[in-house]
Nanobody, 120 residues
Framework: QVHLVESGGGLVQAGGSLRLSCAAS????????MGWYRQAPGKQRELVARITSGRNTDYADSVKGRFTISGDNAKNTVYLQMDSLKAEDTAVYYCNAGMTTTARVYLEVWGQGTLVTVSS
C-alpha cells in the first residue's frame, strides 16, 4: 500500500502565498516523479507542476514565475510554493506520484486533494 498525504491548502487573498506539502509513505522502492495537478469547478484536471527524481521540473504556463516545486527525496515529499496567487488559481490541488513499489510494480498514486481558495 502507498499513500499520499497532502497539507497546506486554505483561504488566501489575491497576491498572497501558500505552501502545499505532499508526503508519500508505504511500500515504496523508488519515486520517479511527483507533481501537483488542480481542478477548478467545471474544468478538467490540469498539470500545475511536476518534479522528477533527477530534479527536472515542468510548470504550466499559467503558473511559471509564481509557483515553485521542490522535493526532498529522503522524505519522499514534494512541496509547492505558490506566490502572487490569483483568483483563477482557486481549485482543488491534487498530489500525484509515479513510483515503483517494493514489489517492483509501477504505480501512479493520487492524494485526496486540498482546496485552495483565492479571494479577489
Amino acid at each position: 500500500q502507498v499513500h499520499l498525504v497532502e497539507s497546506g491548502g486554505g483561504l488566501v487573498q489575491a497576491g498572497g502565498s501558500l505552501r502545499l506539502s505532499c508526503a508519500a509513505s508505504g511500500s515504496i522502492f523508488n519515486i520517479n516523479a511527483m507533481g501537483w495537478y488542480r481542478q477548478a469547478p467545471g474544468k478538467q484536471r490540469e498539470l500545475v507542476a511536476r518534479i522528477t527524481s533527477g530534479r527536472n521540473t515542468d510548470y504550466a504556463d499559467s503558473v511559471k514565475g509564481r509557483f515553485t516545486i521542490s522535493g526532498d527525496n529522503a522524505k519522499n515529499t514534494v512541496y509547492l510554493q505558490m506566490d502572487s496567487l490569483k483568483a483563477e488559481d482557486t481549485a482543488v490541488y491534487y498530489c500525484n506520484a509515479g513510483m515503483t513499489t517494493t514489489a517492483r510494480v509501477y504505480l501512479e498514486v493520487w492524494g485526496q486533494g486540498t482546496l485552495v481558495t483565492v479571494s479577489s
